[in-house]
């Protein structure tokens, strides 16, 4: 069993920065690759980004590449997503959810843990 939850959320002009953390508790932590979602009103969850259980690997969605990057501290049971050059389509609510799913995926279903989420609003 994992608990997660997110902070760091915020209100944000566009062009700037946040960095969403999410801690977990438990001590198996580093079995899971983690992900982050996001889910704006009115529409589907979508995936943003994830890390493997290591650290080693990552993956973003085509929208937030090369603008947001994924890490983990598996020593603090945390990880984190740094959003740069925010716009204000990045405006939603960031979940952080861990996998046992291999290889790790895109698929929300594929998640088997999920925080409460937190706001984000970008504005213009």
């Known amino acids: 069993q994992v608990q997660l939850v997110e902070s760091g959320g915020g209100l944000v002009q566009a062009g700037g920065s946040l960095r969403l953390s999410c801690a977990a508790s438990g001590r198996t932590f580093s079995r899971y690759a983690m992900g982050w979602f996001r889910q704006a009103p009115g529409k589907e969850r979508e995936f943003v980004a994830y890390i493997s259980w290591s650290g080693g690997r990552t993956y973003y969605s085509n929208s937030v590449k090369g603008r947001f990057t994924i890490s983990r501290d598996n020593a603090k049971n945390t990880v984190y997503l740094q959003m740069n050059s925010l716009k204000p389509e990045d405006t939603a609510v960031y979940y952080c959810?861990?996998?046992?799913?291999?290889?790790?995926?895109?698929?929300?279903?594929?998640?088997?843990?999920w925080g409460q989420g937190t706001q984000v609003t970008v504005s213009s």
């Open positions: 959810a861990a996998s046992t799913t291999f290889p790790t995926t895109t698929r929300v279903d594929a998640y088997d843990y």
